[in-house]
């Protein structure tokens, strides 16, 4: 990512509601520029806009829809929607643009928006560097004529054209049915989408996390804090949990007995079930730097060879894209599988691994572990000013723990994209050495901020 960008991130534009960048004025900007970079054509350009459960949602709703009716766009909007929704609807409705108000899985506190092509996938560096250079801009003299100011509509059966669509991606002839499944939607975008989804297809569905109030998505619920979920699965006996997190584009799971299943074994097992059937449209899984290395050595026992990116989903799907791969995804749940998708989408992903459960025929305590993670840990170092990555004695200390490694484990160092944090990353097959790894390059770099 450039240093000279102001506004766009790893994923978008996200920050604090009614703080820059995520004020109005800077949503208003957006739209007007979004709109006139996406006018290609004589005809009547339309974006769609959908958001997700936060209470800033109205403010930045409002201030994009009046920058896209400024510069000629139409406007379709829809409402708390999953992001992958909007990206499936934004091709559905040949639209020129969608739009996706949503954090994530950050607290209600923040807010951000995601823009997508006509095509369903997330705007390039390049289209993104286009739009901020006209944010910054005087775009008075470019904006629509008096007749020619957009329109905004209300697309009232999207949560339904999106449900279908869900339905659409499991086995024909599949069903549900006798199977209790505990769904934690964070009080996020899919609370009604994902529950009747799995309804439909004929599950006994227990509801977490869908009852929204502005404030509390994400809080102690969702696949950020799915403790909720594992407790529930094991006290209504359910067969699976299933926890999305704020705009359902990521998903954990749970097992019966209340034990959590990460993105890696969800990667592992569609990616056997997929290559035995023949389904895999090359030897190629796409996943990033934070993967676990166990997950490495599966794959490869299956002939299939990981590729790691950048973290950040967008950049699993630009390499699926270069590879031809239809499988990819992060630890941390986002699974993208792009026969049916552009983006990361939870309900799908559920839905796929549900398949192979229902085909199997045993307990997903023993069909969802597929490997033994290498031992591994996180930890995140707050830090201000300048990144403590590029100075001398982080780089040398770094240089040393990798050296001390070697073939046997690694280390991943990188800045988060929403928030003044380093993550580090160890793995390895012995755990003390994990952790010695882990306390000695956190000490490294806490040096810098606080020396003896």
Known sequence: MSTT?????????????????????VAQKLGQAAGLHFMRGHHRHRVLVGKDTRLSGYMIECALVAGFLSAGMDVTLVGPMPTPAIAMLTRSLRADLGVMISASHNPFSD????????????????????IEAMMMADLSGRLAAPAEIGRATRLNDAAGRYVEHAKASFPRGCR???LKIVIDCANGAAYRVAPTALWELGADVIRLGCEPDGVNINENCGSTHPEALCRAVVAHGAHLGIALDGDADRMLLADERGNLIDGDQIIGLIARSWAASGRLATTSIVTTVMSNMGLERFLASLDLKLERTSVGDRYVVERMRENGANLGGEQSGHLVLSDFATTGDGLLAALQVLAVLIEDGRPASEVCRVFSPFPQMLRNIRFSGPSP???PQVKAARAQIEARLGKSGRLVLRESGTEPLVRVMVEAEDPDTVENAVDDMCAAIRAVYEPA
């Open 176 to 178: 549900l049915d006798g």
């Open 111 to 130: 807010n951000g928006i995601k823009l997508f092509g006509p095509d369903g996938f997330k705007l390039s560096d390049q289209e993104e560097a286009a």
């Open 389 to 391: 990555l590029q100075l």
């Open 5 to 25: 960008r102001q506004f766009f991130g790893t994923d978008g534009i996200r920050g604090t509601a009614n703080t820059h960048p995520m004020t109005v004025e």
